[in-house]
């Protein structure tokens, strides 16, 4: 783990996007798996991280790679590195619905 951690390397999380409500800003939940400390039992933990898109690139459900980043605001800590994949687009005409209208 030491030779991950050279110097000049940023911190690299894999999350999805859950909300792109704010300007230039998307919160990432990142989910990881760990053993509980008493019962060894595997359990989920999940984290919110409130990351920079300038681009406006990243869109709710996708999976995205953020980066840390020196202090952007308050809150904002990191920023958005690449869109690993796009979520699925689910959107419906309302010809294709069989509604009549």
Same mark, same amino acid.
């Given at each position: 783990? #030491?030779? #991950? =951690?050279?110097?000049?390397? @940023?911190?690299? @999380? ?6 792109? @409500?704010?300007? =230039?800003?998307? *919160? ?16 989920? !933990?999940?984290? !919110?991280?409130? #990351? ?6 990243? =869109?709710?459900?996708? *999976? ?9 605001? =308050? ?8 869109? *690993?994949?796009? #979520?699925?687009? *689910? ?8 509604? @009549?209208?």
């Amino acid at each position: 783990m #030491a030779e #991950a =951690k050279r110097a000049g390397s @940023k911190a690299e @999380k894999v999350g999805e996007v859950v909300s792109t @409500k704010m300007q =230039k800003t998307i *919160v990432v939940e990142v989910n990881r798996r760990v053993p509980h400390p008493l019962y060894k039992r595997i359990i989920n !933990k999940r984290k !919110k991280f409130y #990351a920079h898109d300038e681009e406006g690139t990243a =869109k709710l459900g996708d *999976v995205v790679r953020i980066v840390e980043s020196r202090p952007l605001s =308050k809150l904002k800590r990191w920023s958005l590195a690449q869109v *690993v994949r796009r #979520a699925a687009q *689910v959107g419906a005409q309302p010809a294709d619905l069989d509604v @009549k209208a």
